[in-house]
């Protein structure tokens, strides 16, 4: 009997369920402004997981950077949650990206 797959189904059960929180932290805490550094951090953690020699922790990291990008795509519909006060708005303000006005520009990318 092999439980690998079993044991992946819940990893990656976890891993969706823990983007859901960071997608709201992430918000909260820095802007919808840093969804081109999420994406790309979980663009690199795909390609790495090409690259490892050991099935099951290529899964995972495969797993764990497509998650990433999924997050990335919903920061600016939390950010959105937010001006609708379906969550509490940061009242500290909020860290701006590198290249913050040319990120502006671009069009968020949205599931």
Do not use: C, H
């Not at 500290?92 to 520009?105: T, Y």
Request: charged share 15%; proline share 7%.
């Amino acid at each position: 009997m092999n439980l690998i797959g079993i044991a992946m189904g819940f990893i990656a059960l976890g891993l969706v369920g823990f983007g859901f929180f960071w997608v709201v932290r992430l918000e909260r805490a820095l802007g919808w402004t840093w969804w081109p550094w999420v994406i790309l951090s979980g663009l690199v953690l795909v390609g790495l997981s090409l690259f490892l020699p050991w099935p099951f922790l290529s899964a995972v990291v495969g797993a764990a950077g497509a998650s990433l990008v999924w997050g990335a795509t919903e920061l600016r519909n939390q950010a959105i949650r937010v001006e609708l006060g379906w969550y509490p708005a940061n009242p500290d303000g909020k860290r701006k990206p590198p290249f913050e006005s040319f990120i502006r520009k671009l069009k968020a990318p949205e599931l």
